[in-house]
């Protein structure tokens, strides 16, 4: 399995802890079965998330940038 690192802000990382152990799993866990579920699905919908997840953080993206 390959390893990648992602920055995460802060907030985001606390609401993850707190999903995750509220789902008493690791952050890590959630964050991979995320993922999978996110590639298994079709595409359109995928393309629709992604879409999203770049209009609603354009402006964090381009703080970072």
């Given at each position: 399995m390959t390893t990648i690192t992602v920055p995460i802000p802060d907030e985001c990382?606390?609401?993850?802890?707190?999903?995750?152990?509220?789902l008493k799993v690791a952050p890590e866990d959630l964050v991979l079965v995320s993922i999978?579920?996110?590639l298994a699905r079709p595409e359109d919908s995928f393309r629709h998330a992604l879409d999203y997840v770049l209009d609603k953080n354009a402006e964090l993206y381009q703080r970072l940038a």
């Open positions: 990382l606390s609401r993850l802890r707190e999903v995750a152990a509220s999978e579920e996110l």
